[in-house]
């Protein structure tokens, strides 16, 4: 078959989105491609499509089993039976099956830890690799020097597994980023798509408060009235169970929470949910939305201040998949920076941690290490990751250190920016156009707050009433033209 009759067959589309043609032609002259679309233009076909006329296996190395688990069942309604995520919801002896019968499947997922299980490495290297694939790619730069450290060697396998022909996709980078990503995974004389942030049906506003009571109270009357579904973004696993309740308790009854502390099963079960339309609310942590294939979310509430603007744009993009008016609603209270000031500073480890880890290099008990220093499973592996890159023994805890503290001030500006961003009078989409280092783009009448846009059209009334009068004008001018 040919491009365009898998396109129609297998996906059922009848035309390509910006991008994602020439993403696929590269990639099957054999290119190494990193392409940056917006969210919602369908990147995932980027990959699958060219499954279909290469033959082999497809690779896909994603951040999150969620997105995983939904990229699988997507596949599983197109037909595809020949996919598989190795991941923690297999239970040893399935996995063992799964790595047998490898060279069965047409797409292969994974998480980079599990990418660097050495067995997974060896049965890789066995079989067929048509396209090794990086999703959501500028994760490498965002987690992959912090708390996630295997991110920095999926180059080193990728070379070490046949260096077969790569494919890196993201939504928000910026150029730095872009070459991050590109050293890191070893590009090969690449093709590069690059495509704006921009998704001009989203009206991007920010509301101010003094105090959270207020932030609160508007965040109920807004959820009562914005057309649904909707998501509510907080930095805070805990407040997400309790907004849960609170929308409840006032009327607002289809809401779930959802956070990496409930277990898998479970936030499948509400991600499938959301999906199908039995849910119309979810508050959530940013470990929701990623890849979420739902095309009709009307509005993206940010209850805290995100901690970057790739952040943000990556969340508020979850919006509006349809192409249809949706709004992306930040609520700001005096002193919101402080709570992720607080996170990054949870997420690195002390100096003192870092000198005393060198001493504890030898032992082997990561629970003993974690109880001994009083340090996060995620402080763990930046520790583990940065002293192992040492070969010299001499003063590496000062190293580290200072890898620490450069990580912490790259965090801090990027913290910073978002603040200006929010406290600025000029436009923001003109504003997060320029931090991405784009040129202008024309301005959509539901710009922004700032270009005064009408946060109640995106009211279910307003809506209603606009439906309304639109069906009354054209069933009157349909009288018009039939009584003559």
């Known amino acids: 078959m040919t491009k365009a009759e ?34 919602g233009t369908g990147k995932s076909l980027c990959y699958q499509l060219p499954a279909y006329l290469l033959g082999g296996t497809v690779v896909i190395v994603s951040p999150l089993i969620s997105l995983m688990q939904d990229q699988v069942e997507q596949l599983h309604i197109l037909g595809e039976r020949r996919v598989v995520a190795i991941n923690s919801f297999l239970n040893r002896r399935m996995r063992g099956k799964t790595l047998r019968q490898l060279d069965h499947y047409r797409f292969i997922y994974l998480s980079p830890e599990m990418l660097g299980m050495q067995n997974i490495v060896d049965r890789l290297k066995q079989i067929k690799i048509s396209l090794f694939v990086v999703d959501e790619a500028h994760c490498i730069s965002q987690w992959g020097y912090d708390f996630r450290p295997d991110y920095l060697n ?28 590109k050293q890191l995974l070893q590009f090969q004389y690449p093709k590069e798509f690059v495509y704006s942030i921009d998704r001009p049906n989203i009206s991007m506003v920010v509301e ?6 207020e932030k609160k109270k508007r965040l109920l009357e807004l959820v009562r009235n914005f057309q649904k579904p909707g998501i509510i973004y907080f930095s805070s696993k805990r407040l997400t169970e309790e907004f849960v309740d609170f929308l409840r308790l006032n009327g607002v009854e289809n809401a779930a929470a959802y956070h990496g502390g409930i277990d898998q099963e479970q936030r499948i079960l509400i991600q499938q949910q959301f999906l199908c339309g039995q849910l119309d609310v979810i508050c959530a942590t940013s470990a929701f939305g990623m890849g979420i294939n739902k095309k009709n979310i009307r509005f993206v509430i940010h209850y805290h201040m995100p901690g970057q603007m790739e ?112 406290h600025s009078e000029e436009c923001r989409r003109k504003q997060a156009l320029t931090y991405f280092q784009e040129t202008d783009q024309v301005s959509p009448d539901i710009c922004c707050d700032i270009c005064q846009v009408d946060r109640t059209y995106y009211f279910s009334s307003q809506k209603e009433k606009h439906r309304k009068n639109n069906q009354s004008w054209e069933w ?9």
């Open 6 to 39: 898998i396109l129609k067959k297998v996906f059922g589309y009848e035309s390509f989105n910006k991008g994602q043609e020439e993403t696929i032609d590269a990639i099957l002259q054999g290119h190494d491609v990193l392409a940056m679309l917006p969210t």
């Open 311 to 422: 952040s943000y744009i990556q969340e508020i993009g979850r919006a509006g998949r349809d192409g249809q008016e949706s709004i992306a609603l930040l609520l700001y209270a005096a002193g919101d920076e402080t709570l992720p000031m607080r996170l990054i500073e949870q997420e690195l480890p002390e100096d003192w941690q870092i000198n005393n880890y060198d001493s504890l290099t030898n032992v082997n008990d990561s629970a003993k290490i974690m109880t001994e220093l009083n340090i996060t499973e995620t402080q763990l592996r930046f520790l583990e990751y940065y002293f192992s890159a040492f070969c010299d023994h001499h003063d590496r805890a000062g190293k580290v250190i200072e890898i620490k503290n450069a990580r912490k001030q790259l965090k801090l500006s990027k913290l910073w920016a978002m603040s200006n961003w929010i």
């Open 476 to 484: 009157r001018l349909q009288k018009i033209l039939l009584e003559k």
């Open 208 to 213: 101010k408060y003094e105090h959270f009571e």
């Open 154 to 181: 999926i180059g080193k396998i990728r070379m070490s597994i046949g260096n077969p022909p790569l494919l890196a996709l993201t939504a928000t980078a910026q150029p730095e980023v872009r070459e991050d990503i």
